[in-house]
């Protein structure tokens, strides 16, 4: 899962989490553990989707919507996983992998990331909520 998905996904829970309260993205980042830059694209892209609701201004802030609670976990990560191989199977010099004609690593790891979406399918923003949690997980490394 990408760094991005990841932070929308928080973002998701705290804010299905928290219904009928509007949060401003700086909050949602306090809270969520995550620098506030990539909170704002974040939010920017739920509500792009339709899946929260923003108000601008002094008493503004998101809130989630009706469609983000429905939303399917699996479908909101594949859609924002814009990568089309797990891994890389060419070198930051442009050079393929020599085992690339014979490798069947690829079309497995492609067969089990969507056996992970698939099993994501199953649940929807709002399986995912309860009281937000006092522990925060740790932002992933960017690379």
Known sequence: ????????????????????????TREIAEQIGVPYNHVAKAVLELRNRRAIDVARGRHGGSQITATGLQLSVGTLLRELDVRDDVVDCVSEAGVACPLLAQCRLRSALRRAREAFYAELDQLRVEDLGGPAASTLLPFPVLR
Not at 1 to 24: H, I, P
């Open 1 to 24: 899962m990408s760094a991005f998905a990841d932070v929308c996904l928080r973002t998701l829970m705290l804010l299905g989490s928290r219904q009928g309260e509007q949060l401003t």
